[in-house]
């Protein structure tokens, strides 16, 4: 006799799909307990093709060169734009509080993106580094 614990632990934690680009092979969603972004990466695997990846891995990886092309080069060449002003040595003052702000605000902004959603929180986050902005420039 089969013991009924096992049956129904096996039954609500796997289950046989195939993918969309294939007839032989199938894929196993293991846990049904895990939480919301995990879900959303199985079901984006079982959904999408292996050519649409392959393109947003490529494109995830193209906008990570540009972001750290672009960090690169403006760390070299504002020492040459400032180069002949008084105020030179504020660059090096300016960058490394710019690293600690940028590194202490990550995991407030990260509560407020999983409390409020990505859209209202990039909104809300734009309109209110805009007008600090606007506010440090006057």
Known sequence: MSDPE??????????MTKTPDSDDVA??????????????AEAMSLVWTKKALYITYAWIWVCFFMLNF?????????YYAYNTFAQAPQ???ANILATIV???INVPVAKLINVWGRAE???QLVIVFTTLD???LD
């Open 102 to 104: 940028g590194g202490v």
């Open 134 to 136: 606007l506010l440090v």
């Open 91 to 93: 660059v090096n003052t």
């Open 70 to 78: 672009h960090a690169t080069l403006i760390s070299n060449i504002i």
């Open 6 to 15: 096992k049956s129904a632990h096996d039954e609500s934690q796997t289950h």
């Open 121 to 123: 929180a990039d909104m």
């Open 27 to 40: 894929v196993e969603s293991l846990d049904t307990d895990v939480g919301l972004g995990t879900k959303k």
